[in-house]
Structures are given as C-alpha cells and as structure tokens.
C-alpha cells in the first residue's frame, strides 16, 4: 500500500512523520529505495533532533547517498508538493561555451605568468601532496556491515515502556541505525523491549554502545540491562 504524507516543511508533517518511522528504518520495504529518495528529497534541510526517528532516518539516507547510493524500487510513496524521486534527481545546466570562451580571453588578458620558470620548493611539495592523495583515495577499503538484536530490560512493570524506547533511540552515533522494534513478555506484567539495529562494524562498538549510553545516566533510569540476542554479519562494500 501507498505511503502519503504532506507538507514536509511543517512542524505537524515532520511530526507524523517522525511517528510512522518510529518502528521502521525505511519508508517501505527493509532497504533504502526510491521511496526513500522521494521524502528526503522533499525535506529542504536536516531536521531537528527533537524529531528523533526522522534525525536518524535522514542522517542515514544522507550517508548512504554518499557512499553507496539507493538502488531499491519502493512501493510509491507521493509527497504532497513533491515530485517522484525519478523526477527529483537534477542534471547539470549545459555549458555555455560562448561564456566559457570569453572567460578564457580575459584569463589570457590578465594572466602574466612564466609558464616555462623553475618549480619553487612550495610547488613541489604541494604537488607530491596532491599525489599522494590521489593514491590513497584510490584504494579500495572493505567495510562491514552488521546485524544485532538487542533485548532490553526495564527495572519493574511500572516503568513506561514508550518513554524507555524513546529514550534508546535518541543515541545517536555515526554508523549506527535502528530498526524494528518489540515488546517481549518477561513475566510478572514486565516486558521487555526487543530492538533491531544495523552498524558499520569500523565504526560502532555494541559493548561500548551498551556500556556508554544504554545502561548510562540518564536511560539507566529506565533500563536494567541489556543483552546481546543475535549478532550477524550482513554485508560487505567497498569505500573508494
């Protein structure tokens, strides 16, 4: 089923959206798509960190258009005011060459350069900098992806679970991205929350990401303890 939602640039529309991502890591589906492409198109700027879900989600689609882009097809989502992401993607302007020529006779006016003198030391070194940048960016670097399943435990029956889930997701970290989401009956009324996330293994530790934020002040308030369910290598990419 089609995905709407309207007026983006609202405080009201990124709030609904904010709550139809609270469970999800995508728009539709379980990758990133066009449908994906479509909303953040439609976003004119990073939203505030007040909206948690859409922040994260964002924040992800941003580094994935970076490094590896999106290839899925979704299953339409329309924005109200928006195009289609097929539409939303820009070409750049053709060159005016008659503007172009006419640049190039006033450098040759102006320039008064001698092409044919000696390199100077601070042109050598710049130029073997840019050589050996060159050379690094042109190596291939594997990256790691992962899959973890998390199971989080209140301290009582009474805590409120909404507030607790809430609170795990506002940790925020570079290459960490959470998913789905659960409650799971524990016994005696407690439940407790089953979560999803995905992390680029170079960049996100799962011991230090439970022992510095989950089980930290101020969530320690909520959570008891956290236990690592399942740990599964997902994928591999390279990085140019």
């Known amino acids: ?64 258009l970076r490094i590896s882009g999106v290839s899925g097809e979704g299953s339409g989502v329309t924005v109200e005011g928006s195009a289609p992401a097929s539409d939303t993607i ?16 006033d450098d040759d ?11 100077t030391e601070e042109e050598k070194k710049a130029s073997e900098e840019r050589a050996a940048a060159a050379k690094a960016a042109g190596k291939k670097k594997v990256v790691g992806k ?13 805590t409120d679970m909404k507030v607790l889930e809430e609170a795990v997701r506002k940790v925020q970290q570079e290459g960490l991205l959470w998913g789905a989401s659960k409650l799971v009956p524990v016994g005696y009324g407690i439940k407790k929350l089953q979560i999803m996330i995905t992390i680029v ?6 011991d230090n990401l439970i022992e ?21 290598k997902i994928c591999k990419y390279f990085l140019f």
């Open 90 to 105: 820009a070409t750049p302007p053709a060159t005016d060459n008659k503007a172009v020529a006419a640049d190039d006779d």
């Open 109 to 119: 006016d102006d320039d008064d350069v001698d092409l044919f003198g000696e390199e």
């Open 201 to 206: 293994d170079d960049l996100v530790s799962v």
């Open 146 to 158: 992962s899959s973890v399943v998390l199971d989080i435990k209140p301290w009582d029956d009474e």
């Open 212 to 232: 510095d934020y989950l089980t930290a002040e101020p969530i320690n308030e909520y959570v008891q303890s956290v236990d690592i369910v399942a740990f599964n």
């Open 1 to 64: 089923m089609a995905v709407s939602f309207s007026d983006l640039s609202s405080a009201a529309g990124l709030k609904k959206l904010d709550e139809y991502l609270l469970s999800r890591s995508y728009i539709s589906g379980y990758q990133a798509s066009k449908d994906d492409l479509t909303v953040y198109a439609a976003i004119a700027k990073p939203p505030s960190s007040d909206y948690v879900n859409v922040s994260r989600w964002f924040n992800h689609i941003d580094a994935l």
